[in-house]
């Protein structure tokens, strides 16, 4: 009896010390959010970056709707479309190629070299779920690549900058050895690329004032941050978190829409539900910039993901932000 007491006691222990280091991480890293009041009307320039996602994803969740293997004729379509448009603003782009079921599937990389050898690599993957157009998951990504994209065509930066669209992040190949991000991020690490910063775009399309509209995966959290779903959140693993304090920190520095962060350990359930767990997987930092839509979107992994859904004012203050964000992760003050 007293050994089963005394093995409880050690449970009960070793539970409490883990609860415990997961809000140590929590703590460590949350930047809690400052008040934003009304937000102010979109500028000019802004207004035509509005307009420019709302094409975006018209185009890839409206009119091209379901890409996937399953539906092969349009996830080329989308490919191509990606492709002409990084070429229209003057990019080189590279197919990164690899076979899936005996059909050619292929990562879209467009590189704008730097002054050192160090990569920052901005990516969104432009496949949908079977059964979804993927207005917001995830043609907002992958609208926000594009516009970023073409916002820095000319730029000079000291890190080489990257902006990759990835294939097949979704089921049946996510978090596999087929996973596009995984098999891009695994070349990146057989060459001895030295890609100091990731970022995936997901689902940056959805936001609610709406008292109980952000839920979470496990308790605790909500008393963390907040159950009002009307901002962006920055999320890492533990290993990332000096990444995710650098660019959430430069996101406030000028956004106009509240943000969250949280480097947590990437078992929690939704921590790595994106392409940044591919470069995790090849020791990379890397960190995920969302809407958080599964504990959020009603339209989630749906045949209702229409771009008629998305907030395309509050889409057009994270873009905006994450430019900023990007620029400096480019040209890093030692």
């Given at each position: 009896?007293?050994?089963?007491?005394?093995?409880?006691?050690?449970?009960?222990?070793?539970?409490?010390?883990?609860?415990?280091?997961?809000?140590?991480?929590?703590?460590?890293?949350?930047?809690?959010?400052?008040?934003?009041?009304?937000?102010?009307?979109?500028?000019?320039?802004?207004?035509?970056?509005?307009?420019?996602?709302?094409?975006?994803?018209?185009?890839?969740?409206?009119?091209?709707?379901?890409?996937?293997?399953?539906?092969?004729?349009?996830?080329?379509?989308?490919?191509?479309?990606?492709?002409?448009?990084?070429?229209?603003?003057?990019?080189?782009?590279?197919?990164?190629?690899?076979?899936?079921?005996?059909?050619?599937?292929?990562?879209?990389?467009?590189?704008?070299?730097?002054?050192?050898?160090?990569?920052?690599?901005?990516?969104?993957?432009?496949?949908?779920?079977?059964?979804?157009?993927?207005?917001?998951?995830?043609?907002?990504?992958?609208?926000?690549?594009?516009?970023?994209?073409?916002?820095?065509?000319?730029?000079?930066?000291?890190?080489?900058?990257?902006?990759?669209?990835?294939?097949?992040?979704?089921?049946?190949?996510?978090?596999?050895?087929?996973?596009?991000?995984?098999?891009?991020?695994?070349?990146?690490?057989?060459?001895?690329?030295?890609?100091?910063?990731m970022i995936s775009l997901e689902t940056i399309g959805y936001y609610s004032n709406e008292s109980g509209s952000q839920s979470y995966p496990v308790p605790g959290l909500g008393s963390l941050y907040p159950r009002t779903g009307n901002f962006i959140a920055f999320v890492g693993n533990v290993a990332s978190r000096s990444l995710l304090r650098d660019a959430l920190g430069e996101f406030r520095r000028g956004a106009q829409i509240p943000s969250e962060g949280g480097a947590l350990p990437a078992s929690l359930p939704g921590v790595g539900w994106s392409d940044q767990w591919s470069f995790w997987q090849h020791g990379y930092p890397g960190i995920m910039v969302t809407?958080?839509?599964?504990?959020?979107?009603?339209?989630?992994?749906?045949?209702?993901?229409?771009?008629?859904?998305?907030?395309?004012?509050?889409?057009?203050?994270?873009?905006?932000?994450?430019?900023?964000?990007?620029?400096?992760?480019?040209?890093?003050?030692?």
């Amino acid at each position: 009896m007293l050994a089963h007491k005394t093995l409880a006691l050690v449970i009960g222990l070793m539970l409490a010390i883990g609860i415990a280091s997961v809000l140590g991480w929590l703590l460590m890293i949350r930047m809690p959010g400052e008040s934003h009041g009304a937000a102010r009307l979109l500028t000019k320039g802004e207004s035509a970056l509005r307009a420019e996602l709302i094409a975006h994803v018209q185009k890839l969740g409206g009119e091209i709707g379901e890409r996937n293997l399953t539906r092969f004729p349009e996830l080329q379509r989308a490919a191509q479309y990606i492709e002409g448009e990084l070429r229209g603003t003057g990019w080189t782009v590279r197919r990164d190629e690899y076979e899936v079921q005996g059909k050619s599937c292929c990562n879209l990389e467009a590189e704008l070299r730097g002054a050192s050898s160090e990569i920052v690599v901005i990516g969104a993957h432009y496949d949908s779920v079977v059964g979804s157009p993927g207005a917001n998951d995830n043609g907002s990504g992958v609208a926000a690549l594009l516009t970023l994209a073409r916002r820095l065509a000319r730029s000079h930066n000291t890190r080489t900058l990257r902006f990759v669209a990835f294939v097949n992040e979704e089921p049946y190949y996510f978090q596999s050895s087929q996973m596009g991000s995984y098999v891009y991020a695994g070349r990146c690490h057989e060459r001895g690329e030295n890609v100091q910063a990731m970022i995936s775009l997901e689902t940056i399309g959805y936001y609610s004032n709406e008292s109980g509209s952000q839920s979470y995966p496990v308790p605790g959290l909500g008393s963390l941050y907040p159950r009002t779903g009307n901002f962006i959140a920055f999320v890492g693993n533990v290993a990332s978190r000096s990444l995710l304090r650098d660019a959430l920190g430069e996101f406030r520095r000028g956004a106009q829409i509240p943000s969250e962060g949280g480097a947590l350990p990437a078992s929690l359930p939704g921590v790595g539900w994106s392409d940044q767990w591919s470069f995790w997987q090849h020791g990379y930092p890397g960190i995920m910039v969302t809407d958080t839509a599964p504990f959020r979107y009603p339209h989630y992994h749906a045949a209702s993901d229409t771009p008629d859904k998305l907030d395309y004012d509050s889409m057009t203050r994270v873009v905006s932000g994450m430019e900023r964000v990007i620029r400096h992760l480019a040209n890093p003050t030692r």
